[in-house]
């Protein structure tokens, strides 16, 4: 069996990832000009539960979580020191906010606003979102 996906699966399960939105990502991949809304969404559902194309998808999000985990922790030593030093200026509204921050940052806290596009069947977050076009921009840059 082969398990090697064409550039249009590859590039679909990467925009699936990305937005989260298995139509969104289908019409960034294939030629869906001549296509009903139906037939797309069927096509784009039929994908993401192709097994090649759902293991190649896990594969991604694996790869963004390794480095959005080394990507947290930087995050987070910044507001350690952010705070250490507030402790020492007896600032105690940036030791606050900076907490806040820190515990937003682990999933502690979650804004409201944060949460109105929230597709319950997929765990693709914002973060997830950035380190994906920090990598596409990181692969344009080399690719020059």
Not at 75 to 87: G, K, L, N, P, T
Not at 126 to 132: A, H, L, S
Request: proline share 2%; net charge negative; charged share 35%.
């Amino acid at each position: 069996m082969n398990n090697k996906l064409t550039p249009k699966q590859e590039l679909f399960a990467q925009k699936y990832v990305e937005s989260g939105i298995a139509a969104k990502a289908y019409k960034e991949a294939y030629s869906t000009d001549n296509m009903k809304d139906d037939s797309i969404y069927r096509e784009a559902h039929e994908l993401v539960h192709t097994p090649k194309i759902s293991s190649r998808i896990e594969e991604i999000k694996q790869e963004l979580r390794d480095e959005l985990s080394i990507t947290t922790k930087d995050i987070d030593r910044v507001y350690e020191e952010a705070i250490s030093m507030a402790y020492l200026q007896n600032d105690p509204s940036t030791i606050i906010r900076g907490n806040a921050e820190r515990s937003k940052l682990h999933g502690l806290i979650t804004d409201k606003s944060q949460n109105t596009n929230i597709n319950l069947n997929e765990d693709v977050t914002d973060k997830q979102q950035e380190v994906v076009k920090r990598r596409d921009e990181r692969v344009k840059e080399t690719s020059h």
